[in-house]
């Protein structure tokens, strides 16, 4: 199989979870360090998969890179390249594929309570995920569904939280997090929690029974979300080698 490739926007925002499950499964991936000046390849053919990872910009912002990672995401789905995006990478994903992006009235950071959308494509994609869960939020925009998505899940604070579209997936929570990277982020990034609000939980809270929600959450959504996605992308990897 042809590696997957992991898109990074800054040093502290690794890929975690996502990385443990690729190699326990033994599917090759590599990273391209957008924090450390790599450009983004543009091609396709030496892939069988990509992923975006967060970042604390927007996907408005005025950067050659980004311009580049939408342009990505367009040829990609054209060709139909299994695509996963977390946070920053989720609002990339909608933006390329004809959604929007905008600031919230409000941020959402923490451990927040998501409810699964009832319909196919969410079954296809969550249908052994329960109908309710936690997960780890931490963005300042929202997406609105590109044409042709599906909803996957909501919160009560943001709607508009995760979207498939053919083998693609977008997720704005962190999915990937690890409790071991969030005390890394609350030491870099801890600041942005003020000021605390409902949609924004106090550290104290984030950090309460941290490695076990940590787990929880991989063992409820995370790996499940994953497998559905691993699925599509062994089934491209097949049909690229057989074109």
């Known amino acids: ?21 690729l190699d326990a499964r033994k599917v090759p991936w590599e990273i391209v360090r957008i924090d450390q000046g790599e450009k983004v390849p543009l091609s396709i053919g ?28 367009r040829i990609a789905a054209d060709e139909g390249v299994p695509m996963l995006g977390h ?33 196919p494509v969410s079954r296809d994609w969550l249908g052994a995920v329960p109908d309710s869960f936690d997960i780890f939020i931490w963005h300042h925009d929202a997406f609105t569904l ?4 599906a909803p996957l899940y909501s919160s009560a604070h943001c709607p508009m ?31 942005d929690i003020e000021p605390v609000s409902e949609s924004v939980q106090p550290i104290e809270q984030i950090r309460q029974n941290l490695g076990e929600r940590c787990a929880t959450m991989h063992r409820l959504f995370t790996d499940r979300l994953y497998d559905a996605w691993l699925a599509r992308v062994r089934a491209y990897s097949r049909r690229s080698v057989t074109a």
């Open 1 to 21: 199989m042809k590696p997957i490739r992991i898109f990074r926007h800054e040093d502290w925002i690794n890929p975690g979870r996502l990385a443990e499950y």
């Open 46 to 73: 030496d892939v069988s998969g990509l992923a975006f990872l967060g970042g604390t910009m927007s996907a408005n912002d005025d950067y050659d890179w980004l311009a580049d990672e939408i342009e990505l995401i």
């Open 87 to 119: 946070c920053l990478g989720s609002q990339l994903i909608a933006k390329a594929l004809g959604g929007t992006v905008e600031p919230m009235p409000q941020k959402e950071i923490g451990w927040h309570e998501v409810r699964k959308v009832d319909n």
């Open 146 to 149: 590109p044409p042709g998505a």
């Open 161 to 191: 939280q995760a979207f498939a579209f053919g083998n693609t997936v977008a997720i704005v929570a962190h999915a990937e997090v690890t409790a071991a990277m969030m005390e890394e982020w609350l030491a870099t990034f801890g600041y």
